[in-house]
């Protein structure tokens, strides 16, 4: 079984909110990553976690916060978001950090009003 | 950095073979995917080739890879409308974890 659930799948929020977003793999993967996709364009790494501790932040702003409770787990926790920020998060998993293949979830679809 | 490229849009008729090409510049590249997109979903892995082969099947599918040319396919034998997507070619270089992708190849099939 290859499968990354996110949830929600659709969100909506507004500037002043605090939201979370949770993806969860139960493929024993040790490398869990958070992308971020605007329309027609290919995703964007945010940030990587290996064996639960942050090891990739690609310059992302502050108003976005990964956090990863366990090794099957990954939150992004959102707050004070603008609406340039709407856009499909993707949650992927992989073997180990390392080479491997990347397997993606279905996303959330984001909207900032 | 590196850069990896595709056409934006490719139009067949149903039972035609579709290609789709892709082109990278990074010469330490490991494995190269190939991912398919819905529109609202997320990137189903469809394959992926290692850099030290030409050609790898699996049943429609056929990917070739020109390494001295940096050069990568997909070719879709008798194209569906389920086929209809968005397909991203991408390149794992050799640092690790960090996957390029390139701008999508938007594939549509008419009846």
């Known amino acids: 079984d290859t499968e990354v659930t996110q949830t929600p799948k659709h969100l909506v929020m507004g500037m002043t909110n605090k939201k979370s977003l949770k993806c969860e793999q139960h493929?024993?993967?040790?490398?869990m990553y958070w992308y971020k996709q605007k329309a027609k364009k290919p995703p964007e790494l945010m940030f990587v976690?290996?064996?639960?501790?942050?090891?990739i932040n690609e310059s992302v702003p502050s108003r976005f916060s990964p956090e990863c409770p366990n090794s099957s787990l990954l939150n992004l926790h959102l707050h004070a978001l603008q609406p340039e920020d709407s856009a499909l998060y993707l949650c992927?998993?992989?073997?180990?950090?390392?080479?491997?293949?990347?397997?993606f979830g279905p996303g959330t679809r984001l909207l900032v009003l | 950095g590196e850069d990896v490229e595709q056409s934006l849009f490719l139009s067949v008729r149903e039972g035609d073979s579709s290609v789709i090409n892709c082109t990278y510049t990074?010469?330490?590249?490991?494995?190269l995917y190939w991912y398919k997109q819905e529109p609202g979903a997320g990137l189903r892995l469809l394959t992926y080739?290692?850099?030290?082969?030409d050609m790898k099947q699996d049943q429609r599918l056929t990917v070739l890879l020109n390494k001295k040319d940096k050069h990568l396919s997909l070719r879709i034998a008798d194209t569906q409308t389920g086929d209809s997507a968005i397909y991203f070619c991408?390149?794992?270089?050799?640092?690790?974890?960090?996957?390029?992708f390139g701008g999508g190849t938007r594939l549509m099939v008419k009846p």
């Open positions: 992927a998993s992989s073997q180990s950090s390392y080479g491997e293949t990347q397997y």
């Open positions: 493929m024993g993967h040790r490398a």
């Open positions: 976690y290996s064996y639960e501790k942050l090891s």
């Open positions: 990074d010469s330490s590249s490991t494995y």
């Open positions: 080739i290692f850099s030290n082969m």
């Open positions: 991408a390149e794992m270089g050799n640092a690790g974890n960090m996957l390029t």
